[in-house]
């Protein structure tokens, strides 16, 4: 039995309730990619696919708007229509045509999630203008780590990808762009995208792309590889307190145990500066911290870290209550 096309609501860490569509036809594999990624929750690739030109089974415009028509309105809270599923939807070139097409019969908003290996071409950038939303992965500023990672297919190049998105924020017309950021770690030696070296890079290229939006994230679900685990929370949250300080806490988005951060209505310049002259006045305990700036403790605590690993602050009192002060 063919997989069906519309793979129903889902409760996404990102997008909320989505309605997911997949746009490529598997009757005899379970996924068809141009990435073959280590810490892909779908396993190994069955089928390496090239590119468009090689697609076999592609969906039908009309296929998923009879099928849209007959499903999207039974869904209540519906944040999104998306298209992902178990294939790069940017491999069927219809792409742009469904849109337009589901945009005639629902008012909910439309979302690309793509693995950005086809955004250098012109007609794929075109297809995904149509969409209000693209999540665009990218796991690495080096094209050695990229290649371990995403493991592409021949003729795949980061240099390409980077360009692309660099094309799609120029578009007159176009989404809005968020950078998805899978960061991993490993039992073994095998590259990783989490070291200081690694975000110094990314934040050099993310800074050339100019996103609207940057999630951070790590693997919650078993990889496609046993040797890919991922990446600590306390780790991730130093990496989104950098990301922060470059682009803003209102265009990062830490993933975090299946929760986005929440979000201040406060307005920082400067979050770091602000909590250590807050505990420069006088002692806080962490939810004191919290409650007089207005933070939450998923972005406090590497704030605290950080201050405590340079020496800045020290802790004082006891475990049941325990507070910060300058050194």
Excluded: W
Aim: hydrophobic share 35%.
């Amino acid at each position: 039995m063919r997989k069906r096309i519309i793979y129903g609501p889902i409760l996404s860490r990102r997008l909320g309730r989505s309605l997911g569509i997949d746009v490529i036809k598997n009757s005899d594999t379970k996924k068809n990619c141009n990435f073959d990624c280590v810490y892909c929750q779908l396993g190994h690739a069955d089928n390496n696919i090239t590119g468009p030109e090689d697609v076999k089974g592609a969906v039908r415009t009309e296929e998923v708007i009879e099928d849209i028509s007959s499903y999207h309105k039974n869904i209540d809270h519906l944040d999104y229509i998306t298209f992902s599923g178990t294939c790069e939807p940017t491999l069927n070139l219809r792409l742009g045509e469904m849109i337009k097409g589901i945009k005639e019969i629902s008012e909910h908003p439309v979302c690309v999630i793509t693995n950005s290996s086809l955004v250098e071409r012109d007609d794929v950038r075109s297809n995904i203008a149509e969409a209000d939303f693209v999540v665009a992965t990218l796991v690495s500023g080096y094209e050695d780590t990229f290649r371990a990672i995403n493991r592409p297919v021949d003729g795949i190049r980061l240099e390409n990808i980077i360009n692309g998105l660099k094309a799609i924020m120029d578009m007159e017309k176009r989404p809005k762009l968020g950078i998805e950021i899978m960061l991993v770690d490993s039992t073994t030696n095998y590259p990783v995208n989490c070291t200081d070296r690694e975000i110094d890079r990314l934040l050099e290229v993310l800074k050339t792309i100019g996103p609207d939006e940057i999630e951070i994230l790590t693997v919650s679900r078993p990889p496609a590889e046993e040797y890919i685990i991922p990446v600590s929370d306390t780790r991730l949250k130093e990496i989104a307190f950098r990301f922060d300080e470059e682009f803003g806490r209102g265009r990062v988005k830490l993933v975090l145990k299946g929760l986005k951060r929440n979000r201040s209505s406060m307005k920082h310049e400067n979050i770091e500066e602000e909590v250590y002259d807050l505990i420069l006045r006088r002692p806080c305990t962490f939810k004191q911290i919290c409650a007089s700036l207005g933070v939450d403790s998923v972005e406090l605590e590497p704030i605290i870290e950080k201050l405590m690993l340079s020496e800045s602050v020290i802790e004082i009192g006891n475990v049941e209550e325990r507070y910060y002060k300058t050194s």
